[in-house]
C-alpha cells in the first residue's frame, strides 16, 4: 500500500503556542514507516502578535491555506490585549466559525495506573452560543449597560449531541475490544442550564434528547445535570462521566476545570472539528507567566497531534502517540514544572520520542 501523504498547517500563534507546535510537527515526523504516513507542513499566521504587525489577527491567507490546501492543522494559542483594542478579535474563535468547525472535542483522562482514574470527554459545541459575539454597550438610565446574544440552534445542537453520541458509541466499541476501561457502559451527559435560560438552553436540552433518542444510540445511556451541580458532581466523582455533552461556554469551563483533575492544563488536548477536517488544539491559552522559559507542558500538543490523526482515520498511529506520552507520564521521572518536575519542554519530547 502506498502512503498516504497528509499536508499540516501549523498556526503557532502566540507565548507557549510557539514552543509546544513544534512537538506536534516532531512527533508526526517520527512516526514509524510502518503505519504509511507522510507529512508536509506549512506554517501559518494567526494571533496578537500577527494582528501587530498585520492588522489581521486572522490573516485570510491562513484561512485560505487551510481550506485549500491542508488536510488538518495544528493550533497552538493565542494572547488577547489586555486592554481593549479597536479591530482585535479572536482569531480561534473566528477560525472554529470561518471552518465550520461546529464540534470541540476535549478528552481529559489519567493514566491507566493513577489512584484516582479519569477518563471522559468533553464535546463542546463550537460556534455559537454566547461566542456568537454579538455585543453592544449603550448608555442607559442608571449608567452603561452591555449586552451579549446567547444564540442556541436547533441545528447545532442536534450535530453537536450526534458527535457526543457517536463519541460514546465508538468509546464503547474500543471497551468491547477488550481495551481496559473505568466504564462499562457508553454515557452521554447532557449539561445545561434550562431551569434559568429555559428557551436557549432549554431548546439545547430538547434536541439534544431528541438526537441522542436515535437508534443508533439505543445502547447508550443518556443522563441529565444542571451545569453548575455537574460541576460539583464532576469534582466529587469524576469516573463517573463517559460522555459530557455541552453548549460552546459551559464547555469551554468544564474543560478547564476538568484538567485540574488530571494534574495539569499542560495535558489536556482538544480537536475542533468539521466534516472532513480537523484542527488539534491543546485547551490551554498562551500563558504569558511561563512564556520563553522552555518549561511549557507539550503533552496537551502531543495529544492533540494525535487527536487530529484520529479524526483523519488515523486511529493506529494516534494509538502509539498516546502510548509513548502515557509511557512518559508513568514512568513519571521527565516532567515539567506544571506536573511537579524539573525537565524542559525539549526533554519531554525527546523522552516520548524515544518511547514511539
Ligand atoms: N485557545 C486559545 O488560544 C486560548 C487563549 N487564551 C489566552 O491565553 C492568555 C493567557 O490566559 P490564561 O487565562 O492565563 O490561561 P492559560 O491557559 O494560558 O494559563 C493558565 C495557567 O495554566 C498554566 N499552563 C497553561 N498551559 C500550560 C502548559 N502547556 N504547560 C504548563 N503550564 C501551563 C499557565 O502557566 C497558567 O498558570 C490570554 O490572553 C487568553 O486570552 C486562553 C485560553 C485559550
Ligand atoms: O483568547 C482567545 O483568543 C480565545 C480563548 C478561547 C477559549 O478559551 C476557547 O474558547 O477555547
Not at 100 to 105: I, S
Amino acid at each position: 500500500m502506498a502512503a498516504r501523504t497528509l499536508r499540516i498547517g501549523l498556526i503557532p500563534g502566540d507565548g507557549i503556542g510557539r514552543e509546544v507546535i513544534p512537538a506536534g510537527r516532531r512527533i508526526l515526523e517520527a512516526l514509524p514507516a510502518s503505519f504509511k504516513l507522510k507529512f508536509s507542513f506549512v506554517d501559518l499566521d494567526a494571533g496578537f502578535e500577527t494582528f501587530k504587525q498585520t492588522g489581521a489577527a486572522l490573516p485570510d491567507k491562513t484561512v485560505d491555506t487551510l481550506k485549500n490546501e491542508c488536510d488538518g492543522a495544528l493550533f497552538g494559542a493565542v494572547s488577547s490585549p489586555s486592554v481593549k483594542t479597536e479591530g482585535y478579535s479572536s482569531p480561534i474563535v473566528a477560525l472554529r466559525k470561518r471552518l465550520a468547525l461546529y464540534a470541540n472535542v476535549r478528552p481529559v483522562r489519567t493514566v491507566a495506573t493513577a489512584k484516582s482514574p479519569v477518563d471522559l470527554v468533553i464535546v463542546r459545541e463550537n460556534t455559537e452560543d454566547l461566542y456568537v459575539k454579538e455585543e453592544k454597550t449603550y448608555d442607559g438610565p442608571d449608567g452603561k449597560v452591555a449586552e451579549a446574544i446567547k444564540r442556541i440552534t436547533e441545528k447545532a445542537s442536534f450535530n453537536i449531541a450526534q458527535m457526543a453520541g457517536d463519541i460514546a458509541v465508538r468509546r464503547q466499541r474500543v471497551r468491547d475490544s477488550g481495551a481496559p476501561s473505568i466504564h462499562k457502559q457508553p454515557l452521554v451527559t447532557v449539561t445545561h442550564k434550562s431551569n434559568v435560560l429555559s428557551q436557549t438552553d432549554g431548546l439545547f436540552r430538547e434536541t439534544a434528547r431528541k438526537a441522542l433518542a436515535q437508534d443508533a444510540y439505543k445502547n447508550v445511556k443518556v443522563e441529565e445535570q444542571i451545569v453548575d451541580s455537574m460541576v460539583y458532581k464532576l469534582f466529587r466523582q469524576p469516573s463517573d462521566y463517559d460522555v459530557i455533552v455541552a453548549p460552546n461556554l459551559y464547555g469551554d469551563i468544564l474543560s478547564d476545570g476538568a484538567a485540574a483533575l488530571v494534574g495539569s492544563l499542560g495535558l489536556v488536548p482538544s480537536a475542533n472539528v468539521g466534516k472532513g477536517f480537523a484542527i488539534g488544539e491543546p485547551c490551554h491559552g498562551s500563558a504569558p507567566d511561563i512564556e520563553g522559559k522552555g518549561i511549557a507542558n507539550p503533552i496537551a500538543t502531543l495529544r492533540s497531534t494525535a487527536l487530529m490523526l484520529e479524526f483523519m482515520n488515523e486511529e493506529a498511529a494516534a494509538a502509539a502517540i498516546y502510548a509513548a506520552v502515557d509511557a512518559n507520564l508513568e514512568e513519571g521521572k521527565l516532567l515539567t514544572p506544571d506536573m511537579g518536575g524539573s525537565a524542559k519542554t525539549d526533554e519531554v519530547v525527546e523522552d516520548i520520542l524515544k518511547r514511539l
